[in-house]
């Protein structure tokens, strides 16, 4: 590859830079993004510390609606496997196909057995 075949899809990306992007800043939403934008977020156009007020958006968990229920292909059955846990965040696999479901909150590994047909 020729330097100037390497160099043209950076003067294409350097040239699409300037517009509505790159007039607001390095922090846009989706309105002032442009195809091939490149933002570059530096030290100084960051807030000194504790400027801004802190965020927390965590999920709520909500009781699911008593019609809600997953649909399956023809052939196929959703049936309730476990309930009841306490913040399950990870789920493996034993080679004999129990599930060891990892309760993070409370402290806990518990063991789900298969279940037959």
Known sequence: MSGLTRALPLAL?????????QAAG??????????????????????????T????HQA??????????????AGFRVTQYAKD???PRLIRTAPNGDLFVAESDAGRI????????
């Not at 040239?15 to 509505?20: A, L, R």
């Not at 007020?53 to 927390?56: H, I, K």
């Not at 518990?110 to 047909?117: D, H, K, M, S, T």
Request: charged share 20%; glycine share 10%; aromatic share 6%.
């Open 53 to 56: 007020a802190s965020a927390n």
């Open 85 to 87: 846990l306490d913040d």
């Open 110 to 117: 518990r063991v789900l057995r298969g279940i037959g047909p």
């Open 13 to 21: 990306a350097a040239s699409m830079v300037g517009g509505s992007a």
């Open 26 to 51: 390095p922090f846009t939403d989706y309105r002032g993004e442009t195809p091939g934008a490149v933002h570059k977020i530096t030290v100084a156009d960051l807030p000194p510390p504790y400027a």
């Open 60 to 73: 709520r968990v909500i009781d699911r609606p008593a019609d809600a229920w997953p649909q399956a292909p």
